[in-house]
């Protein structure tokens, strides 16, 4: 009989209940802070109160840092769960994802705790020092994206119910994205006639689906593992 779902202890469903709610609320302000920026006095005070602290690149970091913890926390307990299920093969595929995932994060923040705010703009300029770093971030997500699809391959195929909805959600919540945003990149650049307002609309759309998109397959994937009796 194939499984739906894993059993965890009392201790790793709290882990995952915590972690999930951390990772939701900090997900939520990175999403408000793409439409906050930097305070202005034309905002509300709830939108200007987001955007300065947003201002600050430390707590910007920080953020990054604690969305990071948490995913890891939350890979770590599958993990474990699938080691206790004997998959093995699976395991060993998390187990690259986290490496993966903690080693592009460190990589990405500790430069700018270093060099500070100006390396962003560095970044984007192609004058940042260190350019192997970012290269190596870029590298590293591909790789996740191609352990992710090999995870996905192995849930759909071993597992049903709550373990295979997840493992299509790893595709399927990315491709969809993907089109979400082709399609926004097509209207901006050839289709005619369009307002600066509409694509505003259109932008802000589409930002949200990434951020619903970007935030189901790890709510799928605590859906995927219940406490044990």
Known sequence: MRLSRFSVSGKEAEVLNWSLG?????????????????ANPGQVVLTQ?????????????????????????MFEVFRRSLTRNENKSAALVVSIILILML??????VVPRFIYGKEYALQVFMGTAPLPFLNTFVKLSNVAVFVCEVALCVQLVRKYVGRLRFYGASLIGCTLF?????????????YVGGLAMSELTIYSSITSFVSFVMSVLPFIFLRRAMVTED
């Open 177 to 189: 994205a993907s089109l979400v945003n082709l399609s926004y990149i097509f209207l901006y650049s």
């Open 49 to 73: 109160a987001f955007a300065s602290v947003q201002s600050f690149d430390f707590m910007r970091n920080i953020e990054t840092l604690v969305l990071c913890a948490v995913r890891l926390l």
């Open 22 to 38: 951390l990772f939701l609320a900090f997900s939520a302000i990175n999403f408000v802070d793409s439409f906050t920026a930097v």
């Open 103 to 108: 080693s592009s994060t460190l990589v990405g």
